[in-house]
């Protein structure tokens, strides 16, 4: 039912969602070995669930009797000079990812795959999500500064008590 097309596009996209959760949890590792516990397990949530992104492509693929070949996944940056840098890492990553939905659901509708724009409209919808999020995380951060890390985890407290 997929196009050999499409799901060459969307095995690209399974790699980047996978390379995405290695990328999450190295940026949670540098908060975890700060000690900043609840920041790291904000990095370490979001690397769950990037990886169960790619488990939805990897499902809709196999699904719509698509061939599944997993591309090699990059290493993620191991390091970060500041927490700035790794929530700017992080929202560059989000941005990325919704031009990359994007243009799958560009290729969709050229292909007037509506199965797969249904599916991809779950994705588009989350990277608002995600793109907000990581935006007021690193806006939060940085009126912050990188001495007051603490008050970025005593944010995150308030908003797990707004839950």
Not at 10 to 21: L, W
């Amino acid at each position: 039912m997929i196009s050999r097309e499409l799901a060459k596009a969307f095995n690209e996209q399974i790699g980047r969602e996978f390379g995405a959760s290695m990328q999450y949890v190295s940026i949670a590792a540098h908060f975890q070995q700060r000690q900043l516990t609840l920041l790291a397990k904000l990095f370490f949530a979001q690397a769950d669930e990037e990886r169960q992104h790619a488990m939805k492509f990897v499902k809709y693929v196999l699904d719509t009797k698509g061939d599944l070949k997993l591309p090699a996944v990059a290493a993620p940056t191991a390091t970060f000079a500041s927490a700035e840098d790794a929530a700017q890492a992080a929202l560059k990553w989000e941005q990325e990812v919704t031009s990359q939905i994007t243009a799958l659901m560009d290729l969709a509708g050229k292909q007037n795959d509506y199965l797969a724009q249904s599916f991809l409209q779950w994705f588009i919808d989350e990277q608002l999500e995600e793109v907000v999020k990581m935006d007021r995380l690193l806006s939060v951060i940085r009126q912050s500064g990188e001495k007051n890390l603490l008050m970025v985890e005593a944010y995150l407290v308030h908003l797990e008590k707004g839950s």
